[in-house]
């Protein structure tokens, strides 16, 4: 009986092993995902008691102005330099009929479509889990 009792300790022991070796020592990917630490948007023209603003024509004869943001991040090699979210303040108002409409949009890779002569404020995130974020007013005269 006691060589039954060694035996099956042993036999647990050497499962528990490699079941630990198996399942346990295997790396995540995510364990070594190097975040962002800085992320600063570049296409501005001047910065006024540290707010930054930027200017886009309106083309009277197409009926619309467009302008691309570009940013820089930190460090170089961040696991998701692209993991960005961009949205507009102060971009919509409500028609006569009552419906929500814009006066500016912005497109997932950070193109700005100005529908009418406004200022909206432009605001880029990190969803890389860094919450940083970095703002700019364009100004669409």
């Known amino acids: 009986m006691k060589k039954t009792v060694i035996f099956s300790i042993a036999i647990i022991y050497l499962i528990s092993i490699i ?3 198996f399942f346990g020592m295997q790396s995540r990917l995510d364990q070594f995902q190097v975040y962002m630490t800085k992320i600063e948007i570049t296409s501005y023209e001047q910065v006024v008691n540290g707010n930054k603003y930027t200017f886009v024509d309106f083309n ?3 009926g ?3 302008m691309f943001i570009e940013y820089t991040y930190a ?3 961040a696991s998701y330099p692209d993991k960005v979210s961009f949205s507009l303040s102060g971009n919509t108002y409500v028609d006569e009929n009552g419906e929500t409409a814009y006066y500016a949009e912005v497109s997932p ?3 700005v479509v100005f529908y009418s002569r406004k200022a909206v404020v432009l605001t880029i995130r990190t969803t890389d889990g860094s919450s ?3 703002s700019v007013t364009i100004i669409c005269r």
């Open 64 to 66: 619309y102005a467009s």
């Open 60 to 62: 009277d004869d197409e």
């Open 109 to 111: 890779n950070g193109e």
């Open 132 to 134: 940083l974020s970095d």
């Open 19 to 21: 079941v630990v070796t």
């Open 75 to 77: 460090p170089d090699n």
